[in-house]
């Protein structure tokens, strides 16, 4: 008998997202003289809750159509919601100078479900980084927005500084957080 040795989520990234998407939502009208319009979030291609129309993906009615999801293309990358605190955790972790983790953590696994808790236990009490003995900043999350402080003065950190930040993490600290570079 087979037997499951692990499971593991992960985020489709944008490539993989426009990929599956049977729609680019462009629109900001839902409906146009009473009818859902293309390219709206109404957009019939990606299903319907209306008994009187037909999905355009897959030619079901409402109650069979699984739904089939769109995208919106973004001008700038943005904060997901549901991981907004696991961001500002990894932040604590590493050292924006020389992006590495600001403490070493010892061998750890991508299998190990606890590197991520385990690594923020260590670095997030750190004041320096151990690799380059610069001054860690601190990480503040309010209302969903992320400010860094460092000898008490207070910026504000925008998606994109983030972006930037995450895409400069080698495998090897992604891998002591817990995560896997694909």
């Keep these: 008998m087979n037997s499951v040795d692990s499971i593991q989520f992960g985020i489709l990234n ?3 997202i426009k990929k599956l998407s049977v729609v680019e939502v462009n629109a900001h009208e ?6 859902p319009k293309p390219n709206s979030l109404g957009d019939l291609r990606m299903g319907t809750i209306e008994r009187q129309y037909i999905c355009q993906t897959c030619n079901q009615n409402s109650i069979h159509c699984p739904g089939h999801f769109g995208h919106i293309e973004l001008a700038e990358p943005v904060y997901h919601i549901l991981y907004i605190k696991q961001l500002v ?3 604590q972790s590493i050292c924006l100078n020389c992006y590495n983790l600001v403490s070493p953590v010892g061998k750890l696994s991508v299998k190990n479900s606890f590197n991520f808790k385990n690594t923020n236990e260590i670095c997030k009490s750190k004041t320096k980084c151990y690799h380059c003995d ?7 999350l309010e209302k969903y927005e992320i ?3 460092i000898d008490g003065s207070k910026n504000k950190i ?3 500084e983030i972006y930037d930040i995450l895409t400069k993490l080698s495998p090897d600290v992604l891998k002591s957080l817990g995560f896997d570079k694909n």
Excluded: C, D, M, R
């Design 89 to 91: 955790k990894v932040l």
């Design 158 to 160: 925008n998606a994109y």
């Design 14 to 16: 944008h490539e993989e």
């Design 147 to 149: 400010f860094s402080e």
């Design 134 to 140: 610069t001054p860690k900043s601190k990480f503040i």
């Design 30 to 35: 839902i409906f146009e003289k009473g009818i």
